[in-house]
């Protein structure tokens, strides 16, 4: 008798992560469908689908607190169909552009992430915030936001807390600035081209480039993208050093390992499918590589509503403050300096 009791209960367990998993892809994806017909509505246009999933969300959470018992599936849709929607949009980019245009956006993608890690550190530091948590937002606004942060917390041994703070306070300003962006675009004395490259050079996470890209159009969302990479390109040479440093003090958690980026293979693979196959006998047919190439902006809707929950404001209002702050003037510092530095340059 025990024995069956064990096998139902083992066999539920296994069944209700399942439904939990589909059910919150089913909310991520209706969330993502009524955005998509808010943003053809007169004024919400200029929104875009991606913002208003995403700054829906988490004026929900808010008032209505995150849905616990769909956090098993949320995580997902923040995560993995990010990556696949990313992996997706290198179908659009010519590999003959990320060849030629690759190494000198990785010199200025490192160039910004000192430039912002400095900054994070050192207005910290003036506003007296607290330090493990300005170094994870230092760490996130210079390379790839919350999964930055992610990677980089077991390395310095951050506290949960701060951990689920920084991740909070990435999508929060990242929002505030990718949408800025959009109401900045008007008046801006940038070329699509060029703006992306901002966009992607300056915002948090990967996500909030293509948020604010989309504004400009494609051309500026795959600009964009290349940019953006090129700093999430340096999450592993980072989380090395930061191993090495931590070896050196010898505070390294033992058995620690820093995970490589892989879905940027899968971009490139993409980019390189994209480029080299139309005419060939390896040729996507039309109609697919029509439905691959506009799959991302909803995929992208969907991963916004799992990051949108992930912001809950209530509980960044106590120590965050002053590391926010710190976050919030690096940003504009960011974005003035590399906005001033691509109009000269490109």
């Not at 909310?27 to 689908?49: C, F, K, M, N, S």
Request: net charge positive; charged share 10%.
């Amino acid at each position: 008798m025990s024995t069956l009791v064990h096998a139902f209960t083992s066999k539920h367990k296994r069944r209700i992560p399942m439904l939990e998993w589909i059910y919150s892809l089913a909310l991520t994806a209706a969330v993502a469908v009524a955005a998509y017909y808010l943003a053809r509505l007169p004024v919400l246009d200029h929104i875009g689908q991606m913002a208003l999933a995403l700054t829906g969300t988490i004026i929900a959470r808010q008032f209505f607190g995150y849905p616990e018992r769909l956090r098993a599936g949320i995580p997902f849709a923040s995560k993995y169909l990010l990556r696949l929607a990313i992996i997706l949009c290198g179908l659009r980019l010519n590999i003959g552009t990320l060849l030629h245009q690759g190494p000198a956006l990785l010199l200025q993608g490192a160039v910004t992430a000192a430039f912002a890690t400095f900054c994070t550190l050192l207005i910290a530091r003036k506003l007296r915030a607290d330090t493990p948590l300005s170094l994870l937002l230092g760490i996130g606004t210079s390379i790839c936001g919350a999964a930055a942060i992610a990677a980089v917390s077991p390395i310095l041994k951050s506290r949960d807390e701060d951990t689920a703070a920084g991740a909070g306070l990435i999508a929060l300003i990242g929002t505030i600035a990718a949408i800025g962006y959009t109401v900045l675009l008007p008046v801006l004395p940038l070329t699509d081209t060029q703006y992306g490259i901002w966009s992607g050079l300056t915002l948090h996470e990967i996500a909030h480039v293509p948020l604010a890209a989309s504004a400009a159009g494609q051309e500026a969302v795959e600009a964009g993208l290349l940019a953006k990479l090129s700093r999430v390109l340096l999450l592993v040479p980072v989380s090395f050093i930061l191993v090495f440093m931590m070896k050196r003090k010898g505070t390294l958690t033992p058995g620690t390992t820093v995970a490589f980026p892989w879905f940027l293979i899968g971009f490139v693979l993409m980019s390189v499918l994209g480029s080299l196959t139309p005419g060939t006998a390896f040729e996507i047919p039309a109609h697919l590589m029509t439905f691959l190439q506009q799959a991302p902006p909803f995929l992208l809707a969907m991963a916004m509503v799992g990051l949108g929950l992930n912001v809950d404001l209530r509980a960044l209002r106590a120590k965050a403050l002053r590391p926010l702050a710190a976050m919030a003037a690096t940003t504009v510092l960011l974005s003035a300096v590399t906005l001033l530095l691509i109009r000269f340059v490109y």
